[in-house]
């Protein structure tokens, strides 16, 4: 996905260090295009401060006036809201939204996503401007989430489309030691119920589901072959301290 075609446009926002966060969000996940409408206080030391590393984006940010000339070259816009408006209007979860805009900038198309002020949102003339809405969806009892992390979930989920496949699938791909083989956890079964038996943990007698049930446990952990030498190591001690704590008679 070409990130230079995605700006993130916030509207008239009030407190600088959410434009800071906002900053930050989008170059942690890829973004750097910024559009400021009319900020009550920018440049301001606070954005800075909220944007660390990501200064830069905060340098490179366009201010205009109004929603009109930050989307004036736009093929899509996507409006986002914390809640239902009047008119109904296409509304996306951030996931699929994530898809409207790979498929849109897959096509070259400039893409833009507006987001509200703190206080009061984007109002519903700006929202009529957008193509589509997007809702992250948040809990009722307190729907709005603060500007900047909203910016956060939605360049997140832009994030997660544009590396799908190359994300390192299970995390035991460079593991440190091989993963035990069927045989060797076979001797690791035997090895455990003669010593389960040798210290009357298990009776034979009434062995009931132990020996099942231990091996679903270590069956689910699946053991590589050091950490398989490793009990292997303790049940012998184990069986050793037993044959000295009672001699045979
Ligand atoms: N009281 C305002 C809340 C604004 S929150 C209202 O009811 O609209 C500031 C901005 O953060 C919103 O305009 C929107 O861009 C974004 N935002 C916050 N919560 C959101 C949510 N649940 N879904 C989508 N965007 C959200």
């Given at each position: 996905?070409?990130?230079?075609?995605?700006?993130?446009?916030?509207?008239?926002?009030s407190h600088?260090?959410n434009?800071?966060?906002?900053?930050?969000?989008?170059?942690?996940?890829?973004?750097?295009?910024?559009v400021?409408?009319?900020?009550?206080?920018?440049?301001?030391?606070?954005?800075?401060?909220?944007?660390?590393?990501?200064?830069?984006l905060?340098?490179?940010?366009?201010?205009?006036?109004?929603?009109?000339?930050?989307?004036?070259?736009?093929?899509?816009?996507i409006?986002?809201?914390?809640?239902?408006?009047?008119?109904?209007?296409p509304v996306?979860?951030?996931r699929?939204?994530?898809?409207?805009?790979?498929?849109?900038?897959?096509?070259?198309?400039?893409?833009?996503?507006?987001?509200?002020r703190?206080?009061?949102?984007?109002?519903?003339?700006?929202?009529?401007?957008?193509?589509?809405?997007?809702?992250?969806?948040?809990?009722?009892?307190y729907?709005?989430?603060n500007?900047?992390m909203?910016?956060?979930?939605?360049?997140?989920?832009?994030?997660?489309l544009?590396?799908?496949?190359?994300?390192?699938?299970?995390?035991?791909?460079?593991?440190?030691?091989?993963?035990?083989?069927?045989?060797?956890?076979?001797?690791?079964?035997?090895?455990?119920?003669?010593?389960?038996?040798?210290?009357?943990?298990?009776?034979?007698?009434?062995?009931?589901?132990?020996?099942?049930?231990?091996?679903?446990?270590?069956?689910?952990?699946?053991?590589?072959?050091?950490?398989?030498?490793?009990?292997?190591?303790?049940?012998?001690?184990?069986?050793?301290?037993?044959?000295?704590?009672?001699?045979e008679?």
């Amino acid at each position: 996905m070409n990130s230079a075609n995605i700006r993130i446009v916030l509207v008239n926002p009030s407190h600088p260090g959410n434009i800071g966060g906002a900053a930050r969000a989008m170059k942690n996940m890829g973004l750097r295009q910024l559009v400021l409408v009319a900020p009550r206080k920018f440049p301001h030391e606070e954005a800075e401060w909220r944007a660390a590393s990501a200064v830069d984006l905060l340098e490179q940010a366009v201010v205009v006036e109004s929603l009109a000339e930050a989307i004036a070259d736009c093929q899509l816009v996507i409006g986002t809201s914390a809640r239902g408006r009047r008119i109904p209007w296409p509304v996306l979860d951030p996931r699929r939204c994530a898809e409207e805009v790979q498929a849109s900038v897959a096509r070259d198309e400039q893409v833009a996503l507006v987001f509200g002020r703190e206080d009061s949102g984007l109002t519903n003339e700006e929202l009529q401007t957008c193509n589509l809405h997007l809702h992250i969806p948040s809990h009722e009892d307190y729907p709005s989430l603060n500007l900047a992390m909203a910016v956060q979930v939605v360049s997140y989920e832009l994030r997660m489309l544009a590396l799908d496949g190359q994300l390192p699938q299970a995390s035991t791909d460079e593991w440190d030691a091989p993963f035990s083989t069927m045989e060797n956890m076979e001797r690791f079964y035997q090895h455990l119920e003669q010593t389960l038996v040798q210290i009357e943990f298990l009776d034979p007698a009434a062995p009931r589901q132990l020996m099942a049930r231990l091996r679903r446990l270590y069956g689910r952990v699946r053991l590589d072959e050091m950490e398989l030498n490793i009990l292997r190591g303790i049940l012998t001690e184990t069986q050793r301290a037993a044959s000295a704590g009672r001699p045979e008679n």
